[in-house]
C-alpha cells in the first residue's frame, strides 16, 4: 500500500513538474539583441527603440521624434550608415503583429520594446483605395487607420529583414 501510494505520488509529481518545466521553456516570439529585437515569427528584426532614442544600459533613453513621413527615407539612409543592415519602415501587418491585446497601459510588450509612447507609428503601406494616404498603427489602443496624411507627423521604428 505505501509502495502504491508512494508511486502515485512519482508520477503526479513528474507530471506536474514537466508541465512547469514545459510553460518555463516555451520559447517566446522575441528575443532582445541590445539595440535590436529578434522577431522569430516574422523573421524579421525590429529597433527595440523608437526612433530618436538610444539604446543604452538596457533600455530606451531620450525622447521620442515624430516625423512626416517624407522624412522617412532620410531616417532609413542614415539608420544604415550607423548600425549593420538595410533597415525599411515595416509593413503595415508587421507592425500590427506587434501589438499586445492583454498589455494595459500601451498596447505593445514594453520587456521587449521599452518606453514605446502609446501612440500612432507609420507603417510603410499606403491604403489601396485611398493612395494618398498611409496605414498607422496606433500603441494607445492597438487599432489600424489607413486614411493618416503623410504630412501629419507620428512615431517610426524601423525593422530590418533577417539574414
Do not use: H
Not at 522569430?40 to 515624430?66: D, H, R, S, Y
Not at 491585446?101 to 489601396?128: Q, R, Y
Request: charge should be positive; charged fraction near 25%; include cysteine.
Amino acid at each position: 500500500m505505501y509502495r502504491l501510494v508512494s508511486s502515485k505520488f512519482l508520477k503526479f509529481f513528474i507530471v506536474i513538474f514537466f508541465i512547469v518545466l514545459t510553460k518555463l521553456l516555451i520559447a517566446s516570439d522575441y528575443i532582445p539583441r541590445g539595440y535590436y529585437v529578434i522577431d522569430l515569427k516574422n523573421k524579421i528584426e525590429w529597433m527595440t527603440c523608437p526612433v530618436g532614442m538610444v539604446w543604452k544600459e538596457k533600455t530606451c533613453f531620450g525622447i521620442a521624434k515624430k516625423y512626416e513621413l517624407k522624412l522617412v527615407p532620410e531616417i532609413v539612409k542614415i539608420a544604415n550608415e550607423q548600425l549593420d543592415g538595410n533597415w525599411r519602415l515595416p509593413k503595415r501587418i508587421e507592425l500590427e503583429s506587434l501589438i499586445c491585446k492583454e498589455c494595459s497601459e500601451v498596447k505593445i510588450n514594453l520587456k521587449f520594446f521599452p518606453k514605446t509612447p502609446p501612440e500612432p507609428f507609420w507603417s510603410s503601406d499606403k491604403n489601396f483605395w485611398q493612395p494618398k494616404y498611409n496605414w498607422i498603427v496606433n500603441f494607445f489602443n492597438g487599432n489600424t487607420f489607413g486614411r493618416y496624411p503623410s504630412y501629419k507627423p507620428n512615431y517610426v521604428r524601423l525593422v530590418r529583414d533577417r539574414n
